[in-house]
């Protein structure tokens, strides 16, 4: 069973940058699908991005260009880069595998934003 531990969260003035990182454990992860979420306070958890096994990736509209997922299979791991980060990116960010079934979550990293 794949376990995905998250990295790189902290806090940031409004317009900076961070790059999260997952490292996966317990398996390989180029046979899967990987997502990036997160979750506001008081709010739903929310899909970010997606990248196939073949680095074929997708967007939220709320993160389409301004965020970059981005893979490395030699290093077991999957990447977040956030660029111009504002104060309603803030919120826990999670790592997950979602395909194939089931979906696997990392714990999570806080990433708050404000000035």
């Known amino acids: 069973q794949v376990q995905l531990v998250e990295s790189g969260g902290g806090s940031v003035q409004p317009g900076r940058s961070l790059r999260l990182s997952c490292v996966a454990s317990g398996s390989i992860l180029s046979p899967y699908v990987m997502g990036w979420y997160r979750q506001a306070p008081g709010k739903k958890r929310e899909w970010l991005a997606t990248?196939?096994?073949?680095?074929?990736?997708d967007y939220a509209d709320s993160v389409k260009g301004r965020f970059t997922i981005s893979r490395d299979n030699n290093k077991n791991s999957v990447f977040l880069q956030m660029n111009g980060l504002q104060p309603e990116d803030t919120a826990v960010y999670y790592c997950?595998?979602?395909?194939?079934?089931?979906?696997?979550w990392g714990q999570g990293t806080q990433v708050t934003v404000s000035s």
């Open positions: 990248i196939t096994q073949g680095s074929l990736t």
């Open positions: 997950a595998k979602i395909g194939p079934s089931p979906t696997v």
